[in-house]
């Protein structure tokens, strides 16, 4: 199946986050519209999307390791491919959406074996696939947290930033 996901409002902040009614993060397909909103609060406070991502990952904080490579990956001039899961943001655009911003993911074919996880792929409009995201059901309190994102790989540069275009 597939979804779109437009957000109450796009967060910037662990706190604005908080207070949209998807963090109730009883609906899968919103929890994964919200940790690309995470993503992309890294431009304005590496640590305001830290915060947002650990509150999306529940009970399993990020690791050392991981905050680093979000650290690579967006504070190296890599901002675009967070941008890119947005509906409209291409290369020849820039990776500049327009709003209302909206997340598009389907049920992934390669659903794991466990019901306790949900995966989906998530399209980004520099890449020719949709990246994964799989989320784990926490059964008491029926709430879906980030389990694993791979959306922080390498898409098509910004065609500005291409000298080939």
């Known amino acids: 199946m597939e979804y779109r ?17 998807e963090a109730a993060l009883t609906q899968p397909e919103a929890v994964v519209a919200m ?7 890294y431009e304005k406070s590496p640590e305001e999307c830290y915060r947002m991502m650990d509150f999306l990952r529940g009970p399993r ?6 905050k680093q490579f979000l650290k ?14 947005l509906e409209e943001a291409v290369p020849t655009n ?3 959406p327009s709003s209302p911003f909206t997340v598009r993911c389907q049920d992934s074919f390669s659903q794991m074996a466990d019901p306790g996880y949900r995966k989906f792929d998530v399209f980004s409009g520099g890449a020719d696939s949709p ?9 008491s309190t029926g709430q879906w947290f980030l389990w694993e994102q791979i959306l922080m790989v390498d898409i098509r540069i ?3 930033a291409d000298p080939w275009a």
Do not use: W
């Not at 957000?7 to 207070?19: Q, R, V």
């Open 5 to 21: 996901v437009t957000l109450s409002s796009f967060p910037t902040s662990y706190d604005e986050m908080a207070a949209l009614p």
């Open 35 to 41: 940790t690309v909103a995470a993503l992309l609060a």
């Open 61 to 66: 904080p990020l690791s050392a390791f991981e």
């Open 72 to 85: 690579e990956r967006l504070g190296g001039g890599k901002l675009y491919i967070a941008r890119s899961y």
């Open 94 to 96: 820039d990776y500049t």
């Open 131 to 139: 990246r994964p995201v799989t989320l784990r059901n926490k059964p």
């Open 158 to 160: 910004p065609v500005s």
